[in-house]
């Protein structure tokens, strides 16, 4: 008969999974700790060729003026919002732009002037326009990928890198 190891501890299963889920937790705060930071910062931005999308002209407050970026496959928007919002651009700080496909499953998404979001009909998600593109409701699990804008001395609205991956894209490269 084999011999039976007498440092053996029977800690039962509820012991073994809690002290299993405190492993795994663990491992999500150490790489969620060491993740760069996200929304509009440096290091998220994705760099793209400089496209002029249009002039400071062509825009009305609260009004999507129809762009593509950073190809004719992927249609957004410019917004002057009226008032300074994160990653804005030009003499106010208040035009933004951002892709109107939305990241979770790739609907198409209309944008609200009545509260300033851009609601996907596929799945309800919402997202802030004066938030940085941020969700605020729905199944995505991403922010809606918003435009690095840089606005000239003549008004023209230059768009030269987005803050998210672009739905259905493997990575951000041309």
Same mark, same amino acid.
């Given at each position: 008969?084999?011999?039976?190891?007498?440092?053996?501890?029977?800690?039962?299963?509820?012991?073994?999974?809690?002290?299993?889920?405190?492993?795994?937790?663990?491992?999500?705060?150490?790489?969620?700790?060491?993740?760069?930071?996200?929304?509009n910062?440096?290091?998220?931005?994705?760099?793209?060729?400089?496209?002029?999308?249009g002039?400071?002209?062509?825009?009305?407050?609260?009004?999507?003026?129809?762009?593509?970026?950073?190809? !004719?496959?992927?249609?957004?928007?410019?917004?002057?919002?009226g008032k300074?919002?994160? %990653?804005?651009?030009?003499?106010?700080?208040?035009?933004?732009?951002?892709?109107?496909?939305?990241?979770?499953?790739?609907?198409?998404?209309?944008?609200?002037?009545?509260?300033?979001?851009?609601?996907?009909?596929?799945?309800?998600?919402?997202?802030?326009? !004066?938030?940085?593109?941020?969700?605020?409701?729905?199944?995505?699990?991403?922010?809606?990928?918003?435009?690095?804008?840089?606005?000239?001395?003549k008004?023209?609205?230059?768009?030269?890198?987005?803050?998210?991956?672009?739905? %259905?894209?493997?990575?951000?490269?041309?």
């Open positions: 008969m084999a011999k039976r190891c007498e440092k053996l501890v029977d800690i039962g299963r509820r012991q073994f999974l809690r002290g299993s889920g405190m492993a795994a937790a663990a491992g999500v705060v150490s790489v969620v700790a060491s993740a760069p930071a996200k929304a910062s440096p290091l998220a931005r994705v760099d793209y060729p400089s496209n002029r999308l002039n400071i002209k062509d825009l009305k407050a609260n009004e999507p003026l129809d762009v593509s970026y950073p190809d !004719e496959n992927a249609p957004g928007v410019l917004l002057k919002m300074p919002v994160p %990653g804005g651009a030009g003499p106010d700080g208040d035009i933004v732009g951002f892709t109107t496909i939305c990241p979770h499953k790739g609907f198409p998404l209309s944008y609200s002037a009545s509260d300033s979001t851009f609601n996907c009909p596929g799945h309800y998600s919402r997202f802030d326009a !004066e938030a940085g593109g941020l969700q605020v409701w729905g199944q995505a699990t991403q922010n809606l990928p918003q435009y690095t804008l840089r606005v000239d001395d008004g023209d609205i230059y768009a030269e890198g987005v803050d998210e991956l672009l739905y %259905g894209r493997l990575s951000n490269v041309l």
